[in-house]
């Protein structure tokens, strides 16, 4: 038989002092608690949750009532205390989600904004339908907006039949003479990728905030092939870039661009060996239109200093817009275009650079994945003659077809795959190369 609560009438009537009392089942107790609560009475609620919780520990609906009731009160700790225990009890999709609902809540009331994006995420992860994980993902982007710190990781898995980025002809002439360099020759495997950057945000107004960031980079190549050339080691392609950038985005009124100004210190490593340190200064504009299309611009200026060769230290200034607009079938077009100048005193680096690009992202799935198709195309010509009598100028092609697969999220990060075909010919012969890979990764959907 279910067993009653005997409860003092005054914790179901607003405020009432009476001494008369209710007989209640625990149903009807956790229902009575929920109309409290709703009415601004948290503490009664409290009070009708405990007695409950007391009953049975595992009882999940009390305890994620009483979370809700005591971070109401501001007793934030507590909340989150039992919010816990309410995740831990909970045996169905809504009651989990409830609990990660009101942990996330108790977390960002306490000022624990990025452990509240957490479970925010496993909330949406958990969410019983669609409804109740868009209300997730709307508080997630709400609190992201007020959390001053920022964390954003990737890691990608990139198979290819060139991971070293050999020429696809190893033999090359020189004054006259033909050459022929053993170890430059495409190898297979893979490389692994991954990117982390730290940011925190303060200064913060409606039009304007500054920022302090953290940039990690790093890629590590490993060879399938079984031949791989003597005298060449995967660690030698091993790169890492630690980038610390100060900036600020700011806009100057409800129609004008956002705006970001930043400047930026780094090292770059190639294997185990310093390769340069680097400073950059850019500005960014970004213009949204109508109908949801999107106009940005950006510039940069940067000045490297070689620790390998000092000629081949020197200034990069890189110039470039993109534009994105919905189509009319329910897709996205996208276009960008890069200019760019390195300025050295090595003949082999100072070139001009154009870069082209455009993507198409379907409206429709293709095979159950968001599709993306993307075009590139760049032209380099360098100043000054090296390996022949003409200076070198290269042109280069790029295709390849992403697949982000949302329905297989966890966490709001889903799976997606990148094939790419890549051809560079030039007229230095061991400038040309061919290489098809693949890249497996993971996008964040929110």
Known sequence: MTRKFVLAAA????????????????EEA????????????????????DMLIRRDPEDATSLILN?????TLGDARNARRVARQGYQASDRPVERYGAAMAMAQALSSDGAKTRAQFWLRRAAHVAPDEQTRARAIRDYRYVSMTNPWSVDLS???????????????NTFVLGGLIFTNPAAVPISGFVLRQNTSLRYNFDISQTRRSFAALNWTESHTVFTDDD????????????????????????????????TVSLSFGRLWSGENPLADEIKANWRQTYARPESRLFSWNAQLGYSHRKDDDSRSGVTGILSASWARPTAAGGKVAWNAELGRTDTDSRALTHN??????????????LG?????????????????????????????????SLLFTDFDSYGFAPKLTFEARKTTSNVTRFETESFGLNMGFQSLF
């Not at 002092?17 to 625990?26: E, F, G, I, N, V």
């Not at 870039?241 to 705006?259: I, L, M, N």
């Not at 650079?353 to 293709?366: C, D, E, H, I, K």
């Open 353 to 366: 650079a154009v870069t082209l690009g455009l993507q198409y992202t379907f409206a429709n799935p293709v």
């Open 30 to 49: 956790r229902m009575t608690a929920a109309q409290l609560l709703a009415r601004g009475q948290a503490q009664a609620a409290v009070d009708i949750t």
């Open 228 to 259: 791989v050339p003597a005298g060449v080691d995967a660690s030698d392609y091993a790169f890492r870039r630690v980038q610390a950038e100060v900036g600020r985005d700011f806009t100057t009124g409800p129609k004008a661009p956002r705006q």
């Open 11 to 26: 914790l179901a009537l607003a405020g009432g002092s009476s001494a008369a009392q209710s007989t209640l089942a625990p």
């Open 369 to 401: 994945a968001t599709a993306q198709v993307a075009l590139t195309a760049q032209a380099k010509h360098y100043d000054d003659p090296l390996y022949t009598a003409e200076p070198r100028a290269d042109l280069g092609a790029a295709v390849s077809t």
């Open 155 to 169: 890691f990608s898995i990139d198979p290819s039949d060139n991971v070293n980025g050999a020429p696809s002809d």
């Open 67 to 71: 979370a809700h009731a005591r971070r």
